[in-house]
């Protein structure tokens, strides 16, 4: 199987970091989304991206250029997978949405085009149906800011071809990444079955009042060595997402506590519009968020 042609579906968070990586190496890229004013706020997104590609990687003002020249936008999901070899879903972390979206996408998608999610939590074999293509349905999941923390977890459900499993791992090294394949469907995946727990203990731990969330971070910190702590983390994957995660956590475990932190998370930050690094409020003031200066840590 070979890949030239992308789709990337969602350009919040991660979407548009997906979409600008790929057109980055050299792929052509279709961003699609719900309507053109999405869009257009997705294009003032990719010009900031730039210039982090530039600040951080280094990238030439010709790399840049063409980036640009590889991507197209559209509203219209036919015409946005009309040419597709591969679609990268990246929609809100809600199973009702995935569902929905898939249903439509399958009755759009070209045969040869494979589906991947890159869903942070949701297994593939909770959507595989949905599909109308479950032998090309996988999950490729990526970490925010893919351009320095350029891993990408590709992981099938049982019925996954192995064919489109190894083109995936191939398409992910082909965009810059370090391939993590994982061989059995697991919740999380390894990086958020790492993260998410860590992440669950340190936010009962603020909405409980054991300590306040800064002092949590510089616990994590100075006692690991890790270069931001759990509330410096939930800032870049973003507080909407954390919102979702720790929300479905807390109906799933009846965790009254965890219930408190997603009403926290909506009340205090996602209804001010605080969503973290992308908007340059979360917990910290971005991009220059508090825990990397040096006093910090004392």
Do not use: C
Not at 16 to 45: M, N, P, R
Not at 100 to 128: D, W
Not at 145 to 170: C, Q, R
Not at 224 to 252: C, H, L, Q, S, W
């Amino acid at each position: 199987m070979s890949i030239k042609n992308v789709t990337v579906a969602g350009s919040g968070v991660l979407g548009f970091q997906i979409a600008f990586q790929t057109a980055f190496h050299g792929f052509k890229v279709s961003v699609y989304d719900i309507s053109d004013e999405v869009l257009e706020k997705a294009k003032a997104k990719f010009q900031n991206l730039a210039e982090r590609y530039t600040a951080d990687i280094h990238a030439t003002q010709q790399q840049i250029d063409a980036t640009f020249t590889n991507l197209s936008y559209t509203s219209d999901l036919a015409e946005s997978v009309k040419d597709a070899d591969l679609l990268i879903e990246a929609v809100p972390e809600l199973p009702e949405i995935k569902i929905e979206f898939y249903k439509k996408l399958a009755g759009v998608a070209p045969e040869k085009t494979i589906f991947a999610t890159n869903s942070s939590t949701l297994l593939p074999s909770q959507f595989s149906e949905f599909t109308g293509r479950p032998a090309k349905f996988i999950a490729l999941h990526f970490a925010n800011e893919i351009w320095k923390y350029n891993t990408a977890e590709i992981m099938g459900h049982p019925g996954t071809s192995s064919e489109v499993f190894d083109t995936l791992v191939a398409f992910a090294k082909s965009i810059g990444m370090v391939a993590l394949p994982v061989y059995k469907e697991q919740p999380g995946y390894i990086i958020n079955s790492l993260l998410v727990p860590l992440i669950n203990e340190a936010t009962q731990l603020w909405a409980n009042e054991v300590s306040d969330y800064k002092t949590i971070d510089k616990t994590w910190m100075i006692a690991t060595g890790a270069p931001k702590g759990p509330f410096g983390f939930i800032d870049m994957v973003g507080i909407n997402t954390a919102y979702n995660v720790t929300k479905m956590t807390a109906e799933r475990e009846h965790n009254p506590v965890l219930q408190k932190v997603a009403e926290l998370f909506k009340n205090d930050f996602i209804n001010k519009g605080k969503l973290g690094a992308a908007t340059g409020e979360g917990f910290y003031k971005h991009p220059n968020p508090e825990y990397l200066e040096p006093d910090f840590l004392k």
